[in-house]
Protein backbone atom coordinates (compact mmCIF):
# COMPACT_ATOMS: atom_id res chain seq x y z
CA UNK A 1 0.00 0.00 0.00
CA UNK A 2 1.38 3.22 -0.91
CA UNK A 3 1.35 6.08 1.30
CA UNK A 4 -1.38 8.08 0.01
CA UNK A 5 -3.66 5.30 0.30
CA UNK A 6 -2.36 4.41 3.70
CA UNK A 7 -3.15 8.18 4.92
CA UNK A 8 -6.96 8.00 3.27
CA UNK A 9 -7.32 4.33 4.92
CA UNK A 10 -6.27 6.04 8.32
CA UNK A 11 -8.46 9.20 8.09
CA UNK A 12 -11.51 6.24 7.02
CA UNK A 13 -10.35 4.24 10.58
CA UNK A 14 -10.53 7.69 12.56
CA UNK A 15 -14.05 8.63 10.95
CA UNK A 16 -15.32 4.70 11.75
CA UNK A 17 -14.20 4.68 15.85
CA UNK A 18 -14.49 7.27 18.61
CA UNK A 19 -10.60 6.30 19.60
CA UNK A 20 -8.25 4.47 17.36
CA UNK A 21 -4.78 3.75 19.41
CA UNK A 22 -1.50 4.12 17.26
CA UNK A 23 -1.13 0.39 17.91
CA UNK A 24 -4.41 -0.68 16.46
CA UNK A 25 -3.25 1.50 13.06
CA UNK A 26 0.00 -0.25 12.99
CA UNK A 27 -1.07 -3.66 13.07
CA UNK A 28 -3.97 -2.52 10.42
CA UNK A 29 -2.02 -0.67 8.33
CA UNK A 30 1.48 -3.54 9.13
CA UNK A 31 3.64 -0.31 9.67
CA UNK A 32 5.54 0.92 12.76
CA UNK A 33 4.82 3.13 15.77
CA UNK A 34 6.73 5.73 14.51
CA UNK A 35 5.63 5.67 10.73
CA UNK A 36 1.68 6.24 12.66
CA UNK A 37 3.10 9.39 14.40
CA UNK A 38 4.70 10.53 10.63
CA UNK A 39 1.46 10.18 9.30
CA UNK A 40 -0.69 11.66 11.59
CA UNK A 41 1.30 14.93 11.50
CA UNK A 42 0.82 14.94 8.02
CA UNK A 43 -2.66 14.88 8.22
CA UNK A 44 -2.84 17.38 10.75
CA UNK A 45 -0.81 19.25 8.68
CA UNK A 46 -3.33 18.90 5.38
CA UNK A 47 -5.68 20.65 7.73
CA UNK A 48 -7.49 17.58 9.80
CA UNK A 49 -7.95 18.11 13.27
CA UNK A 50 -6.51 15.12 14.37
CA UNK A 51 -6.44 14.99 18.48
CA UNK A 52 -4.94 12.44 21.17
CA UNK A 53 -6.40 11.39 24.60
CA UNK A 54 -3.89 9.77 26.76
CA UNK A 55 -5.07 5.93 27.26
CA UNK A 56 -7.82 6.22 24.73
CA UNK A 57 -5.73 7.32 21.54
CA UNK A 58 -6.36 9.12 18.58
CA UNK A 59 -9.42 11.00 17.49
CA UNK A 60 -10.86 13.49 15.07
CA UNK A 61 -12.13 16.64 17.09
CA UNK A 62 -16.04 16.85 17.03
CA UNK A 63 -17.89 19.31 14.76
CA UNK A 64 -15.38 19.01 11.98
CA UNK A 65 -17.41 18.24 8.60
CA UNK A 66 -15.52 15.49 6.39
CA UNK A 67 -17.12 15.35 3.01
CA UNK A 68 -18.65 11.22 2.12
CA UNK A 69 -16.30 8.91 1.84
CA UNK A 70 -15.73 7.74 -2.28
CA UNK A 71 -16.13 3.92 -2.80
CA UNK A 72 -14.36 1.66 -5.16
CA UNK A 73 -16.00 -0.39 -7.48
CA UNK A 74 -15.41 -3.54 -5.35
CA UNK A 75 -16.01 -1.99 -2.39
CA UNK A 76 -19.51 -1.26 -3.90
CA UNK A 77 -20.14 -4.69 -4.96
CA UNK A 78 -19.65 -6.13 -1.65
CA UNK A 79 -22.07 -4.24 0.38
CA UNK A 80 -24.26 -5.39 -2.53
CA UNK A 81 -23.27 -9.28 -2.11
CA UNK A 82 -24.04 -8.86 1.81
CA UNK A 83 -27.44 -6.97 0.75
CA UNK A 84 -28.73 -11.13 0.57
CA UNK A 85 -26.95 -11.81 3.26
CA UNK A 86 -29.01 -8.99 5.86
CA UNK A 87 -32.07 -9.68 4.38
CA UNK A 88 -31.67 -13.60 5.23
CA UNK A 89 -30.05 -13.38 8.42
CA UNK A 90 -31.55 -9.90 10.30
CA UNK A 91 -34.92 -8.80 10.97
CA UNK A 92 -37.26 -6.10 9.07
CA UNK A 93 -35.54 -3.45 11.38
CA UNK A 94 -32.27 -4.19 10.29
CA UNK A 95 -33.22 -5.20 6.66
CA UNK A 96 -34.71 -1.13 6.64
CA UNK A 97 -31.70 0.22 8.31
CA UNK A 98 -29.13 -1.61 5.54
CA UNK A 99 -31.51 -0.52 3.14
CA UNK A 100 -30.96 2.96 3.55
CA UNK A 101 -27.27 2.82 4.11
CA UNK A 102 -26.96 1.08 0.88
CA UNK A 103 -29.19 3.81 -0.96
CA UNK A 104 -26.79 6.78 1.05
CA UNK A 105 -23.95 4.63 -0.72
CA UNK A 106 -25.34 4.72 -4.49
CA UNK A 107 -25.69 8.41 -3.68
CA UNK A 108 -22.14 8.91 -4.06
CA UNK A 109 -21.26 6.44 -6.55
CA UNK A 110 -19.96 7.74 -9.97
CA UNK A 111 -22.05 7.32 -12.87
CA UNK A 112 -19.82 4.40 -14.36
CA UNK A 113 -20.10 3.10 -10.71
CA UNK A 114 -23.68 3.51 -10.60
CA UNK A 115 -24.49 1.32 -13.85
CA UNK A 116 -22.12 -1.29 -12.87
CA UNK A 117 -23.78 -1.42 -9.65
CA UNK A 118 -27.58 -1.86 -11.09
CA UNK A 119 -26.05 -4.38 -13.44
CA UNK A 120 -25.70 -6.87 -10.81
CA UNK A 121 -28.56 -6.00 -8.98
CA UNK A 122 -30.60 -8.07 -10.43
CA UNK A 123 -27.91 -11.23 -10.68
CA UNK A 124 -27.08 -11.87 -7.55
CA UNK A 125 -29.80 -13.97 -5.52
CA UNK A 126 -29.38 -15.85 -2.17
CA UNK A 127 -31.94 -19.00 -1.62
CA UNK A 128 -32.59 -19.31 2.12
CA UNK A 129 -34.09 -21.75 4.18
CA UNK A 130 -38.27 -20.75 5.36
CA UNK A 131 -36.70 -21.45 8.59
CA UNK A 132 -34.29 -18.12 8.43
CA UNK A 133 -37.96 -15.82 7.67
CA UNK A 134 -37.23 -13.54 10.82
CA UNK A 135 -40.54 -11.77 11.07
CA UNK A 136 -40.25 -9.29 13.20
CA UNK A 137 -38.44 -5.73 14.54
CA UNK A 138 -36.69 -6.01 17.81
CA UNK A 139 -33.02 -6.18 16.70
CA UNK A 140 -32.41 -2.66 15.99
CA UNK A 141 -34.12 -1.42 19.41
CA UNK A 142 -31.98 -4.03 21.53
CA UNK A 143 -28.32 -3.36 19.40
CA UNK A 144 -29.36 0.58 21.20
CA UNK A 145 -30.55 -0.80 24.28
CA UNK A 146 -27.17 -2.92 24.53
CA UNK A 147 -24.68 -0.02 23.94
CA UNK A 148 -26.64 1.96 25.90
CA UNK A 149 -26.97 -0.17 28.89
CA UNK A 150 -30.49 0.30 29.14
CA UNK A 151 -32.88 -1.84 30.67
CA UNK A 152 -35.89 -3.86 28.23
CA UNK A 153 -39.30 -4.60 29.08
CA UNK A 154 -40.71 -7.55 27.09
CA UNK A 155 -43.48 -10.36 27.19
CA UNK A 156 -42.08 -13.35 25.94
CA UNK A 157 -43.28 -16.96 25.10
CA UNK A 158 -40.78 -19.99 26.23
CA UNK A 159 -40.89 -23.39 24.69
CA UNK A 160 -44.13 -24.36 26.75
CA UNK A 161 -45.82 -21.54 25.09
CA UNK A 162 -45.96 -19.92 28.77
CA UNK A 163 -46.19 -16.18 28.50
CA UNK A 164 -44.38 -14.14 31.06
CA UNK A 165 -43.68 -10.16 31.35
CA UNK A 166 -39.81 -9.40 32.14
CA UNK A 167 -37.10 -6.45 32.80
CA UNK A 168 -33.83 -7.51 31.18
CA UNK A 169 -30.40 -6.90 31.11
CA UNK A 170 -29.33 -6.78 27.55
CA UNK A 171 -26.26 -8.24 27.34
CA UNK A 172 -25.29 -9.06 23.73
CA UNK A 173 -26.94 -10.79 20.89
CA UNK A 174 -25.56 -14.40 19.19
CA UNK A 175 -26.74 -15.90 16.21
CA UNK A 176 -26.88 -19.58 16.46
CA UNK A 177 -28.99 -22.50 15.56
CA UNK A 178 -30.69 -20.47 12.71
CA UNK A 179 -31.47 -17.96 15.04
CA UNK A 180 -30.95 -14.40 16.73
CA UNK A 181 -30.60 -14.96 20.48
CA UNK A 182 -30.94 -12.02 23.13
CA UNK A 183 -28.47 -12.51 26.25
CA UNK A 184 -29.30 -10.56 29.40
CA UNK A 185 -29.79 -10.94 33.41
CA UNK A 186 -33.75 -11.46 33.64
CA UNK A 187 -34.82 -9.71 36.83
CA UNK A 188 -37.50 -12.29 37.01
CA UNK A 189 -35.41 -15.02 37.26
CA UNK A 190 -32.28 -13.10 39.06
CA UNK A 191 -29.63 -15.05 36.19
CA UNK A 192 -28.53 -14.63 33.27
CA UNK A 193 -31.18 -15.78 30.60
CA UNK A 194 -30.75 -17.10 26.90
CA UNK A 195 -33.75 -15.71 25.00
CA UNK A 196 -34.68 -16.67 21.60
CA UNK A 197 -35.86 -13.34 19.86
CA UNK A 198 -38.02 -14.45 17.65
CA UNK A 199 -40.13 -16.27 20.89
CA UNK A 200 -40.58 -11.92 21.98
CA UNK A 201 -43.72 -10.95 21.56
CA UNK A 202 -43.12 -7.27 22.73
CA UNK A 203 -40.48 -5.30 24.05
CA UNK A 204 -39.66 -1.38 24.86
CA UNK A 205 -36.59 -0.20 25.88
CA UNK A 206 -37.57 2.00 29.20
CA UNK A 207 -34.68 4.31 28.62
CA UNK A 208 -33.67 3.38 32.53
CA UNK A 209 -29.66 2.74 33.15
CA UNK A 210 -28.84 -1.03 34.26
CA UNK A 211 -28.71 -1.52 38.08
CA UNK A 212 -26.55 -4.74 37.67
CA UNK A 213 -22.86 -4.04 37.35
CA UNK A 214 -20.16 -6.89 36.10
CA UNK A 215 -22.55 -8.81 33.54
CA UNK A 216 -21.01 -11.57 32.01
CA UNK A 217 -19.26 -11.21 28.39
CA UNK A 218 -20.88 -12.48 25.39
CA UNK A 219 -17.47 -14.53 24.35
CA UNK A 220 -17.95 -16.48 27.89
CA UNK A 221 -21.38 -16.68 27.38
CA UNK A 222 -20.85 -18.49 24.08
CA UNK A 223 -18.15 -21.01 26.00
CA UNK A 224 -20.99 -22.81 27.51
CA UNK A 225 -23.46 -23.10 24.38
CA UNK A 226 -24.25 -26.37 23.12
CA UNK A 227 -23.00 -26.01 19.55
CA UNK A 228 -19.62 -26.20 17.63
CA UNK A 229 -18.73 -22.63 16.13
Same mark, same amino acid.
Given at each position: ????????????? /?????????? #?? %????????????????????? =?????????? =???? @?????????????? *?? &??? /???????? =?? %?????? #???????????????? @?? $????? +?????????????????? *???? @??????????? @? *??????? $???????? !???? =????? %?????? !? %???????? &???????????????????? !? +??????????? &??????
Amino acid at each position: MNRIDRLFGILTL /LQSRKYVSGE #KM %ADKFHISIRTVYRDIKSLVEL =GIPVSFEQHK =GYFI @VQGYFLPPVSFTTD *EA &NAL /LLIEGLVY =GF %ADKSIQ #KNYSDALNKVKAVLRS @VQ $KEHFE +SLEDKIKLQLPASLKHDY *EYLS @VLQNAIAEKHI @V *ELSYKDF $KEEITLRQ !IEPV =GLIFY %AFAWHL !I %AWCHLRTD &NRDFKVSRILALKDTGLPFK !I +SGHITVNDYMK &NLPVDY
